[in-house]
């Protein structure tokens, strides 16, 4: 989840990378041939496979052209490729509606698809038939996108093994579906950038976010304190409780956090040394003005669509550090094991109830207007789960 910008390049370079992903579900076949890879073209008619060549019909959300998701998203009849050799063929389960994929049908993201493109970056499948080359995924598997771009708004589809990981299928479903993007962000901005140790303190805001709630989650179970920022609304009380239950220890409103009494509140609570950052604007400029010496801020969104401000006297006087992170950067720059190693610990947190499902709203795939609707609504804090 994020609102940064990818430089050209990169931008390019992924293009053909989503493009590769989604040519597998395109009508006419003469349009698939032509976008699939030179290595998927034209295969003899004696290649083996472990599932049915025949074409089959799948249901899929896809969007033409950029705009806004409930004029442009359309639920389509799409084909489905024959499984080749090195391919999965996956019957998609359950599938988020993240802000960064109503960013990516706005136009408004550092990866953007080929168009027309299937919908959604994340979720979780069961395999169902694999080709004759594939070791270590069997038919029962769950299984989850290894990047984003998949479009796995859709019933099933075909994907090449290189493209999915494995996941336990023994954990809740929505755990599953939600796994891929927010608790990944969330782990890795609270291991990466400062050396915290138990006690020590975290401030964010847009803590009811699906990021936020992983952050308060996974801060409890390494012993940190979570600080958390969330703008007032009328169901205020309710939502502080949930975040309460889940192991939030302190919870303040944006206007609470710039009031006089914040420095009374610090004399018994450790300033944080890390803020996380998913609004910006006059949101952020709190958060560093609450920052002990020597902190990091990290912005992984810009929901309030503002600049990040820092004065000078922050900068200088306390040695502020500014970061970004992006996960899809973060992949970039490391292994595919190391991105099982991660999701491997995170379903470790959940096996043990230390990290649960965002609170969540299953809504049937044929209702997918509902819940694109919900999901850019104000105060909404259930993530909108579309079901296969």
């Not at 806004?68 to 490729?81: I, Q």
Request: hydrophobic share 40%; net charge positive; with cysteine.
């Amino acid at each position: 989840m994020t609102y940064l910008a990818a430089s050209g390049s990169e931008l390019t370079g992924r293009n053909m990378w989503v493009c590769g992903a989604l040519c597998r579900a395109r009508a006419p076949a003469q349009l698939e041939q032509r976008l699939l890879p030179e290595s998927r073209r034209r295969r003899p008619a004696s290649a083996s496979f472990s599932a049915s060549a025949e074409p089959s019909r799948v249901r899929a959300l896809v969007y033409g052209h950029h705009g806004d998701p409930a004029k442009v998203v359309e639920l389509k009849n799409l084909e489905l490729a024959a499984v080749g050799g090195s391919d999965v063929h996956v019957k998609m389960l359950a599938a988020p509606i993240n802000p960064s994929d109503i960013n990516m049908i706005q136009g408004n993201y550092g990866l953007l698809p080929q168009l027309p493109a299937v919908g959604g970056n994340e979720g979780v499948g069961q395999v169902v038939a694999v080709g004759s080359s594939v070791t270590g995924v069997k038919p029962g598997d769950w299984v989850i996108p290894a990047n984003p771009g998949l479009g796995t708004w859709r019933t099933e589809a075909v994907f090449g093994k290189e493209e999915l990981i494995t996941v336990p299928s023994d954990i809740p479903l929505q755990c599953a579906a939600t796994l891929g993007v927010n608790p990944c962000t969330a782990y890795r901005m609270l291991v990466d950038f400062e050396q915290l140790q138990p006690g020590d303190s975290v401030i964010q805001n847009a803590s009811n976010s699906g990021v936020g709630q992983a952050v308060i989650q996974i801060a409890a179970a390494l012993g940190l304190r979570t600080i958390n920022v969330l703008r007032d609304r009328p169901d205020l009380q309710k939502l502080t409780d949930r975040l309460k239950n889940l192991g939030a220890d302190h919870i303040v409103t944006e206007e609470g956090l710039r009031k006089p009494e914040m420095k009374s509140f610090f004399k018994d609570v450790p300033q944080p040394r890390l803020a996380l950052n998913c609004v910006g604007g006059k949101s952020s400029t709190e958060l560093l003005r609450h920052l002990a010496p020597g902190g990091t801020m990290v912005t992984y969104g810009g929901m309030a669509k503002q600049p990040v401000i820092a004065s000078a006297s922050q900068l200088i006087f306390k040695d502020l550090k500014l970061r970004g992170f992006w996960l899809s950067q973060w992949k970039k720059d490391h292994s595919p094991d190391q991105f099982k190693e991660l999701i491997l610990t995170l379903c470790d947190l959940i096996r043990r109830g230390q990290l649960t499902a965002p609170a969540c709203s299953e809504v049937p795939l044929q209702d997918y207007l509902r819940a694109l609707e919900a999901s850019t609504q104000p105060f909404v804090s259930s993530k909108q789960i579309l079901t296969m």
